[in-house]
């Protein structure tokens, strides 16, 4: 009984055995870690750091929610340009791809402010109801953004995969075999494989396409591993010898900085429909486990929402105060649970456990960072796909209809606002002498359009009844 439970999946109360929970925390971890890592590296801010703090919001977030809301917190794409144009207005630059640790401080203080927004999204909710939400965000919103937050990745998957090298060479070829290796292992063992591995085939994904790698390393073809920074081993508060087995992260305390402020803080309202929108996939799925399982239980996760956001509000704080970067609940590992079918917050807080562990040990650091980038884009072809899916999946279970000129207007402004505004723009819009970001551009036309165009439909609705 208990086996074909587990090969069902697990719901947010359940625990599976230890080593399952090990197993399926440290895939979750390896999901959360090229975007939370990638956002460091192009922000500038450290590794070690970054990963920590996305340990530690993640546990303060399940403590905060109850411990009812399966959710990774991970560092957001959202907040790139923000941050890059704040260190430029300072004068800042990185060094050895590593911000001034003073510029990481002034965008500490602007990432604890920015959590104020979703405090006060999440309050609204709180005391006017889920309505509120759902009149503003509805599923004609919500879908299409979650499409949009996986689609505006696709550039970034494929450019993981594919090297862009104008002739070919052993290591393009190299590369090229390893992300389509990833790629297809990870889809058989998704789709074939059953019971505890067919729960883990991201996990055998990433480990089939680095042992083709290091097969390839082996034979002298190609050495697509790389290596931690020095830089980012420089920054350490302490470390125990060199620092090549224990090294403590960059920890930093914010500086009040204003101009950090006006930057990064507005981009806080792009994350409240991602936010709206994976609660909204987490209650689909969540209730579909419980179903499969003969559960009689009724998971109304969307219910929840609030703290959900109140959560997200206090976690870019947390995150902020230790040296983070900005962040949100990860549409990565939300897939990862969707595909999976685990679930479980036990296997969460194990999984934010390891993250903060690993940042602390350099060998496991690098073990993590080691990890070919074609093997990540492979992955990341999958995962953001599979978040782009899930829109859709939001559409067709709240019966958006489809024929409606209202909904296609909102949905067609939002795809082609956040999806051109990424590949004809780099993910900033132009906007009278403004840049914004496109998701939040996209999600704020989709709401004010929404708005717009829902004028006069109560009294439309009340006079039909009244006839």
Not at 355 to 368: C, E, G, K, N, R
Request: charged share 10%; net charge neutral.
């Amino acid at each position: 009984m208990n086996q074909q439970q587990s090969a069902v999946g697990y719901l947010p109360e359940e625990r599976p055995g230890f080593v399952k929970l090990l197993l399926y925390a440290i895939q979750q971890v390896i999901v959360m870690f090229p975007a939370t890592v990638t956002v460091a590296l192009v922000t500038g801010f450290q590794v070690s750091t970054t990963i920590f703090a996305s340990g530690l919001a993640t546990l303060c977030f399940i403590l905060i929610t109850g411990k009812k809301i399966p959710l990774y917190y991970g560092s957001s794409f959202a907040y790139l340009t923000a941050i890059s144009s704040m260190c430029a207005a300072e004068g800042f630059e990185k060094v050895d791809g590593i911000l001034p640790t003073e510029a990481i401080q002034y965008a500490q203080f602007g990432i604890i402010c920015s959590g104020l927004v979703s405090i006060a999204a999440g309050l609204l909710v709180k005391f006017f109801g889920k309505k509120v939400v759902e009149t503003i965000l509805p599923a004609s919103i919500t879908g299409p953004v979650a499409m949009i937050i996986g689609l505006t990745l696709a550039g970034n998957a494929l450019s993981d995969a594919i090297p862009a090298a104008a002739e070919m060479s052993a290591e393009t070829v190299a590369w090229t075999v390893v992300a389509l290796v990833t790629l297809l292992s990870t889809i058989l063992y998704a789709r074939y494989l059953k019971g505890f591995l067919g729960q883990l085939p991201l996990l055998l994904g990433v480990l089939t396409g680095s042992i083709v790698a290091g097969i390839l390393y082996a034979a002298g073809v190609a050495n697509l591993f790389r290596a931690v920074p020095a830089a980012a081993l420089d920054a350490s508060l302490w470390k125990l010898g060199d620092g090549s087995i224990f090294a403590v992260p960059a920890f930093s305390f914010p500086k009040v900085s204003w101009t950090a402020v006006a930057a990064i803080m507005p981009i806080a309202i792009a994350t409240i429909p991602e936010s709206t929108a994976h609660m909204y996939q987490l209650d689909i799925y969540v209730n579909d486990v419980a179903k499969r399982k003969g559960s009689k239980k009724k998971y109304d996760l969307i219910n929840l929402l609030d703290r959900n956001l109140i959560g997200d509000g206090i976690c870019d704080m947390i995150s902020g105060v230790v040296g983070g970067p900005a962040g949100t609940n990860y549409g990565e590992n939300i897939s990862t649970m969707a595909i999976t079918k685990v679930f479980s917050v036990p296997v969460l807080v194990v999984a934010s456990i390891v993250a903060m562990i690993v940042s602390f040990f350099t060998p496991l650091i690098q073990v993590i960072y080691g990890i070919p980038l074609a093997v990540i884009g492979g992955l990341e072809v999958y995962l953001f796909g599979a978040i782009a899916a899930q829109g859709i999946a939001i559409m067709i279970e709240k019966k958006v209809d489809m024929f409606s000129s209202k909904n296609i207007a909102i949905i067609a402004s939002i795809m082609v606002i956040g999806i051109g505004g990424q590949y004809a723009f780099g993910g900033n819009i132009p906007f009278f002498g403004l840049q914004v970001p496109c998701i939040a551009g996209a999600a704020i036309f989709g709401i004010l359009l929404n708005l717009l165009l829902s004028i006069g439909e109560k009294v439309k609705e009340k006079a039909g009844a009244a006839k």
